[in-house]
């Protein structure tokens, strides 16, 4: 990186919301504020969770409660590295949440990247965002449903689709889904990256290794 080069933010923002799928960004989230895989320790993200408001704290699948650190208005692609919308019920049941889409179509309007898992993808094919790229989500007659989707062709049977930014998973691929996101980030090194998914997919002893040496040296030279 050169002295004219913009420095990217080392933040990423976690959307939360009531009825917020609990499993779905906790793979993701983890090894972006650890790091200690990544090429240089000095790559670990920031998390912020953003949230319609902060005055009162969103109540999670779980029960867990989340007191964001921002407010969406507030939301500046230019501060981010990375959005991360995590699933919910509420993206089935109403427009509550269509906010957040509008925000994920200003950031991949600004260059970037938004990271989209379960009914996100719902509320992005509303949005019209999946109509012109490959994607993925549950199951395709899920997004056939929602009203002005127009993307069908770009359907893909994958555990998780990056086209252009745009990262997309179903709801029972949390590993592939961060597995895209690091790789959109490009913080690890392609062996790790393998390493690292074979193990939390796959249950893969013979990658443990990798990550214990990627580990020890922080995988490599500074970025």
Known sequence: MNEHTPTRPRTVHLAAYDTLADWEFGHATTQLREGSLFRSPHTAYDVVTVASGTDRPVTTMGGLRILADLALDSLR??????????????WDTGEELAPFA????????????VAAICGTTAGLARE???????????????????????????????????DRGLITAGPTEPVAFARE???ELDVMEPQVL??????????????????MAAGDTGSGSED
């Open 77 to 90: 692609p230019e501060d981010s590295a990375l959005l991360i919308l995590p699933g919910a019920h509420l």
């Open 102 to 113: 509008r925000k994920a179509r200003e950031f991949l309007d600004a260059g970037v990247p």
């Open 128 to 162: 019209g965002l999946l109509d012109d790229r490959p994607h993925t989500s549950g199951a395709a007659g899920y997004l056939a449903e929602q009203p002005g989707y127009k993307g069908g062709d770009h359907y893909r049977e994958a555990d998780a689709v990056r």
């Open 181 to 183: 996101i690091f790789a």
């Open 194 to 211: 393998d390493a690292w998914y074979r193990l939390f997919a796959r249950s893969d002893a013979s990658a443990y290794p990798v990550l």
